[in-house]
């Protein structure tokens, strides 16, 4: 972030991780989210057939039982990384 920054021409540049963690009760929560919000990602979710979308609600939820889950609850990691810079003034 902070290379491409300075390549766009800013000068005291920084970036910074920012931590969000989003919090699911289910494990079909994060498959739904699209289905909810995002257009391509809903599209192409909605595109595949029953037995597709089975496999991957399943596939999905191994997942998130692996990696995710926090006691009753999943705790799926999300950071953002926030850049800044000043842009030199153009006469």
Same mark, same amino acid.
């Given at each position: 972030?902070?290379?491409?920054?300075?390549?766009?021409?800013? /000068? $005291?540049? @920084?970036?910074?991780t920012?931590?969000?963690?989003?919090l !699911?009760?289910t494990?079909? =929560? !994060?498959?739904?989210?699209?289905?909810? =919000?995002?257009? #391509? *990602? #809903? @599209? %192409? !979710?909605?595109?595949? $057939? /029953?037995?597709? !979308?089975s496999?991957?609600?399943? @596939?999905?939820?191994?997942g *998130?039982?692996? %990696?995710?889950?926090?006691? $009753?609850?999943?705790?799926?990691? *999300?950071? @953002?990384?926030? =850049? /800044? =810079?000043?842009?030199p003034r153009?006469?």
């Open positions: 972030m902070k290379a491409a920054l300075a390549q766009a021409e800013f /000068s $005291d540049v @920084a970036a910074v920012v931590a969000q963690m989003l !699911l009760e494990a079909a =929560g !994060l498959v739904n989210l699209p289905l909810q =919000g995002g257009v #391509r *990602m #809903r @599209a %192409l !979710l909605l595109a595949q $057939d /029953s037995t597709a !979308l496999a991957i609600n399943v @596939a999905v939820a191994e *998130m039982d692996q %990696l995710f889950r926090k006691e $009753d609850r999943f705790q799926v990691p *999300m950071p @953002a990384i926030l =850049g /800044s =810079g000043v842009k153009q006469e």
